[in-house]
């Protein structure tokens, strides 16, 4: 199990240019690491902004299925959100908003991997594809389905 400085170490590289307003803390009563006390107004509204209210979750309110996929990894990580968009222009928004502050990104389908590939970076953001799922063009004569 990670101790308190580990886990401060691991957030303090994640987001370097958020303000924090305490540590990063290890949850003892679970395998889960969590993110506790984190003020990054900024980022949260920027993200709000793309994506809307109802498609962003943020630390440590994020649901449980987000924080991990089927490998065998001993332990959910916690971001500092996660994000659902619908279309490629939000994708693109949330690389920028990401970029700008120096956050790790996650792509997410249905978790269903087995390599760990979709377990979250401590303090970063979870793009969560879920809501991407339309057809968008059909192409039978050449056999081509273009999909989100």
Do not use: W
């Amino acid at each position: 199990m990670p101790q308190r400085s580990d886990c401060y170490l691991l957030r303090k590289l994640s987001c370097a240019d958020l303000i924090l307003t305490t540590y990063r803390v290890v949850d003892v009563t679970s395998s889960a690491v969590t993110c506790q006390g984190m003020t990054a107004l900024p980022v949260r509204d920027e993200l709000i902004s793309v994506v809307g209210a109802d498609a962003a979750s943020f630390s440590p309110h994020h649901n449980p299925d987000d924080l991990h996929d089927e490998s065998l990894h001993p332990l959910a990580v916690e971001p500092f959100a996660v994000v659902r968009p619908t279309t490629t222009q939000q994708v693109v928004e949330i690389v920028r908003v990401a970029r700008r502050h120096n956050l790790s990104l996650t792509a997410r389908g249905s978790g269903t991997g087995l390599s760990g590939a979709a377990t979250p970076v401590p303090g970063g953001i979870v793009v969560n594809f879920e809501r991407m799922n339309q057809v968008l063009r059909i192409d039978a004569r050449d056999h081509v389905a273009v999909v989100q």
